[in-house]
């Protein structure tokens, strides 16, 4: 444990993405999952950047997964908001409990 | 203990806590504040691994975007100050095994993984060499993928503007609804109206 390897990269992207999935379960407010959701990607992200620091220096194409999916994640949280505002109009929350008027 | 694990360790709690934190404030505006610490955190890291162009993309598209995207949809569906309904325990309970389990066994996978180090010439990860090879259409080039995110942004553009945009119905077409209210609504209609029944009669 004398360096920095790629162990202690890992570790905290799995902490990381394992608090984003218990956010994801508990949270009941739609603000709050997308907010998780962002945390399970930026482990992911945490991941590929230190395989590619790691183990394949030759390459680039871990920083290239890396920024698509960081566009990928500014296009979903841009069009979850769109929804979000749009379900906040006719329903007057965002709880995802209170939000079930297309179920039955 | 050099200066630089210190500085990884501090990356580190700064990332965990502000997750954690974000993920358990009853308080939603503090929670994306914490999750902006969180997301400044990953930033570092990426700065203590010499990918500076990554941290850079971080702190714009993440910090900078989609956090004050957050900020400003809490800020129109929250009256602030409120607190958030408190999670059942035993749905709590069971997504806090489920995601401490869950870490135990991918550690433990992790730690028994053999990873092979590739022992090539590095690539300087400068935007330079980013840029000319994400762009460069021979065999390891990812223009292709390059140009169908740019397809997707705009889909997803035009998609938010679609859905959040808030239709104006043209006054003539509220019209007639609202004269049959008014004929609920006041005496004077009233009377209309069962003079109206009357003749019926």
């Known amino acids: 444990m004398n360096d920095i390897g790629l162990l202690h990269f890992l570790f905290v992207s799995c902490a990381l993405f394992f608090i984003g999935v218990y956010g994801f379960l508990t949270r009941r407010n739609l603000i709050t999952m997308l907010m998780s959701v962002e945390l399970i990607l930026n482990s992911v992200n945490i991941n590929f950047v230190a395989f590619n620091k790691y183990l394949y220096v030759d390459k680039l194409d871990g920083l290239f997964f890396t920024i698509f999916i960081i566009t990928i994640a500014a296009a979903e949280a841009a069009v979850a908001i769109a929804i979000i505002i749009n379900l906040y109009r006719n329903h007057k929350t965002i709880d995802v409990e209170e939000a079930d008027s297309m179920k039955f | ?201």
């Not at chain 2, 991918?106 to 990860?125: D, G, H, L, R, W």
């Open chain 2, 1 to 201: 203990m050099s200066a630089s694990i210190i500085i990884f360790y501090i990356l580190a709690a700064t990332i965990i806590g502000g997750a954690i934190m974000a993920v358990t404030s009853l308080k939603i505006f503090r929670s994306a504040v914490f999750l902006l610490f969180s997301l400044i955190g990953i930033a570092g890291l990426y700065f203590y691994m010499d990918y500076e162009f990554i941290g850079a993309v971080q702190v714009v598209v993440y910090v900078g975007g989609i956090v004050v995207l957050i900020i400003f949809s809490i800020f129109l569906t929250h009256g602030s100050g409120e607190d958030m309904k408190r999670p059942h325990l035993l749905r709590a309970a069971f997504s806090a095994l489920a995601a401490i389990f869950g870490c135990m066994l991918t550690m433990y996978f992790i730690m028994n993984q053999i990873f092979v180090v590739s022992n090539k010439a590095a690539v300087e990860p400068n935007a330079g060499n980013i840029g000319a090879q994400m762009l460069s259409t021979t065999e390891h080039g990812y223009i292709l993928p390059f140009e169908v995110v740019s397809m997707l942004l705009l889909a997803a553009m035009i998609g938010c503007i679609v859905i959040a945009i808030k239709v104006k119905v043209p006054a003539h077409e509220i019209l007639p609804e609202k004269g049959e209210d008014e004929l609920i609504a006041t005496p004077d209609n009233l009377k209309i109206e069962g003079a109206a029944g009357n003749e019926a009669l």
